[in-house]
């Protein structure tokens, strides 16, 4: 089933997802497309880091068909990170681990965002950096 994985703020359409409920399985290959972790022998790993999946954990490994699976959203969850996911668009979104949230927290620096400006030029909060922001803004309801 296709399902749209947003990982990292981007988005990958997946054509062999398997969702179930709040599971969401991907095949090797799929998971390094949408995700650039990888199935190895000694864990899940990705940028020099590996997370081992053994004893409790490995409900969220199986041998499929085509090779082994993963539970992304069941180690996305092991991992600290927010999951949600719409059943009807068939879309998952996975945020940013808790304890990037957390270091953020700590310095009480603003995540990075863009934004245009009346005349449509765009502004980025970390063009302002070591300089006083006052950020105003509205809703119509």
Request: with cysteine.
């Amino acid at each position: 089933m296709p399902a749209t994985v947003i990982y990292g703020e981007q988005p990958t359409t997946l054509t062999d997802a398997r969702p179930d409920r709040d599971d969401l399985w991907l095949s090797a290959s799929d998971l390094t497309a949408a995700t650039g972790w990888e199935i190895k022998p000694e864990g899940i790993c990705r940028d020099g880091l590996c997370v081992p999946v053994a004893g409790e954990r490995t409900a969220m490994l199986r041998q499929d068909r085509a090779g082994p699976a993963l539970n992304l959203a069941a180690f996305a969850r092991y991992m600290g990170q927010a999951v949600a996911h719409d059943d009807a668009t068939a879309c998952w979104y996975f945020g940013a681990p808790l304890r990037d949230t957390q270091t953020r927290m700590l310095t009480l620096a603003a995540p990075d965002f863009e934004l245009p400006d009346l005349q449509g030029r765009t502004h980025r909060l970390s063009d302002h950096r070591g300089k006083k922001v006052f950020l105003l803004s509205w809703a119509s309801w």
